[in-house]
């Protein structure tokens, strides 16, 4: 029994070390194992954050392992759950057609193919690594439903105007320090269509403040920060769920569907 404890205790330290997605506060031990608990964005200098988390993603393994940090049996729950909360808001007239979406933090295309394709007429990717962009041709194939792929961080990319129903960010804001996120909000607001939603799905930390991981150099923000950030931008969150079907020792992750201001009264799922 000590043997399998061992193993068991082995695993999780592992689990929690070796991907992206986790936050790197071990609740076994009860103590953070990162360098910068607790520190605000504003204290750090956005062009080096964005190069780190850029050299972290280029050596990144560009299959669906390498997107999930190491644990691939997330897609499938992932997946699940983003595809019955995009019907659920087309259902409630959120947005206004399956005709064009845009995937912000696209990496080789997993969001891309396995749910923004299947649904949208139509789907644009967005990444800051060329690499994975590249590996998005083989990973998805040729496809006339891909658009255009923009080689760009999100700290500066502005989607084109007008253009999409839905624009879908999920794993990346946490890269970007307050101020552009705000602005990169802002940026999306102008790229939808009339009626259009955008849909924020990221780790949301149980904590008073956000945490930082020296590793991949990114913010796990707090539910309260993430408001502040929407209503920057002018944004009103009308829907809210939480993913289900992944570990409990990870932080949540939550999903929120994001309206311009003045479109539609908040409520949550």
């Known amino acids: 029994m000590l043997y ?14 070796s991907s992206a997605l986790f936050s790197k506060v071990s609740r076994l031990q009860g103590a953070t194992t990162t360098s910068a608990v607790n520190m ?6 956005g062009n080096d954050v964005y190069e780190k988390a850029e050299e ?27 595809k019955r909360f995009i019907e659920g808001l087309k259902k409630r007239n959120l947005f206004g057609s399956y005709d064009y979406a845009l995937d912000c933090g696209a990496g080789i295309g ?16 967005e990444d800051l690594v060329e690499e994975l962009i590249v590996s998005s041709e083989q990973y998805i194939g040729p496809d006339p439903r891909i658009g255009e792929k923009f080689i760009e961080g999100i700290q500066t990319f502005a989607p084109p105007e007008g253009r999409y129903d839905l624009i879908w960010i999920q794993w990346v804001s946490g890269h970007l320090v307050d101020e552009d996120l705000v602005a990169f909000f802002k940026r999306c ?18 904590h008073e403040k956000r945490l930082f991981d020296d590793e991949d150099h990114s913010w796990t923000r707090t539910e309260p920060e993430l408001m502040e950030a929407f209503n920057g931008a002018d944004l009103d969150m009308v829907v809210k769920t939480i993913q289900t079907g992944f ?6 992750v939550k999903i929120f569907a994001l309206k311009p201001r003045r479109q539609e009264s908040s409520d949550d799922n």
């Open 110 to 125: 997993r969001v891309t193919k396995h749910l923004l394709m299947p649904l949208f007429k139509k789907v644009d990717m």
């Open 189 to 206: 607001v102008k790229g939808l269509k009339p009626g259009g939603c955008i849909v924020l799905k990221d780790n949301v930390t149980n």
């Open 40 to 45: 605000s964005s504003r204290l750090h200098n």
């Open 56 to 82: 972290y993603w280029s050596r990144a393994s560009q299959d669906v392992n390498g997107m999930l940090g190491g644990f691939e049996k997330l897609h499938t729950p992932d997946i699940t759950v983003s």
């Open 247 to 252: 570990p409990k020792e990870i932080y949540p």
């Open 4 to 17: 399998l404890l061992l193993q068991y205790y082995r695993f999780i330290i592992s689990f929690f070390s």
